[in-house]
C-alpha cells in the first residue's frame, strides 16, 4: 500500500464548483508539500505545510494540515478551467523530519468543464 | 522563486545506448534530487546528488545504471546509461530552498527508448 494515499484519485466538476482532495498517510507527515502538474509538464510549486494545523493559501487554492499531522487537505473555492491539473501531495519525512526527500501520493488528476 | 532548467527536454533513443540529462539551478543549492516519473505514475527518488562526493541513491536504483554528477552548487547530470523501453520516463531535477520551506523542480525530461 501507498505510504501516502491521495482521494480521490480523479474529479470532474462543474466551473464554480468548490472542491477538496485529500492527503493522508498512517504516520506523522514531516514537510507536506503540494504541487500541481499539467500533463507531461514539471510540477508546480503551491505550498509547503509543517506545523499541525497550519493553514496556507495560494490565490483560490488552501491548504491545510491536521493538528496529528497525518492528513492534508488541499480546497479550491469557485474552480476555474484553469486549475485543471494533477494535484501531487508529497512528505519530506514520515514518522522522522523533513529530509527533503519527498515520497509523493499517487495524485489526483482534476478536470474542470465550463 | 527559483529557476531551474533541464537539458534536453525531450529525447527519442535507441535501447542500449546512454542518455545524459542536465539540471541548472540559477542560484546555489546545497542539496539536488533526482525523479523519475513512469508514465501514468507518480514520482520516485532517484537519488540525491552531493556536492563533491558520490550520489546517495535510494533502494532500487544502482550507480552503474544512474551515475550522476555534481561538479558544483548549481549543477548535476543525471545519466540513463544501457537503456531499455522500461526506462521512458519523464526524469525530474529539484531543488530545495529556504531550508526547506520550498523545493522546486525543473521541468524534465521526456525520454522515450525505443
Known amino acids: 500500500s501507498q505510504e501516502l494515499e491521495q482521494s480521490p484519485q480523479s474529479l470532474i466538476v462543474q466551473e464554480g464548483k468548490n472542491l477538496t482532495i485529500n492527503c493522508t498517510s498512517s504516520?506523522?507527515?514531516?514537510?507536506l508539500y503540494w504541487y500541481k502538474q499539467k500533463y507531461g509538464e514539471g510540477l508546480i510549486f503551491l505550498m509547503m505545510?509543517?506545523?499541525?494545523?497550519e493553514e496556507k493559501s495560494h490565490e483560490k487554492i488552501t491548504a491545510k494540515l491536521d493538528e496529528k499531522k497525518q492528513q492534508s487537505s488541499l480546497h479550491i473555492t469557485a474552480s476555474q478551467p484553469s486549475h485543471a491539473g494533477i494535484y501531487l501531495c508529497?512528505?519530506?519525512?514520515?514518522?522522522?523530519?523533513?529530509?527533503?526527500?519527498?515520497?509523493f501520493g499517487q495524485g489526483t488528476t482534476l478536470q474542470v468543464k465550463p | 522563486s527559483a529557476v531551474i532548467s533541464q537539458k534536453p527536454s525531450r529525447d527519442i533513443c535507441q535501447r542500449g545506448t546512454s542518455l545524459t540529462i542536465q539540471c541548472q539551478v540559477d542560484?546555489?543549492?546545497?542539496?539536488m534530487f533526482w525523479y523519475r516519473q513512469q508514465p501514468g505514475q507518480s514520482l520516485t527518488l532517484i537519488a540525491t546528488?552531493?556536492?563533491?562526493?558520490?550520489?546517495?541513491?535510494e533502494s532500487g536504483f544502482v550507480i552503474d545504471k544512474f551515475p550522476i554528477s555534481r561538479p558544483n552548487l548549481t549543477f548535476s547530470t543525471l545519466t540513463v546509461s544501457n537503456m531499455s523501453p522500461e526506462d521512458s520516463s519523464i526524469y525530474l531535477c529539484?531543488?530545495?530552498?529556504?531550508?526547506?520551506?520550498?523545493?522546486?523542480f525543473g521541468p524534465g525530461t521526456r525520454l522515450t527508448v525505443l
Open positions: 542560484s546555489q543549492v546545497t542539496m
Open positions: 546528488a552531493n556536492q563533491g562526493s558520490e550520489a546517495t541513491y
Open positions: 529539484s531543488a530545495p530552498f529556504q531550508g526547506y520551506n520550498e523545493q522546486f
Open positions: 504516520k506523522t507527515l514531516y514537510g
Open positions: 508529497g512528505a519530506g519525512g514520515l514518522s522522522s523530519g523533513n529530509t527533503g526527500k519527498l515520497i
Open positions: 505545510l509543517q506545523k499541525g494545523g
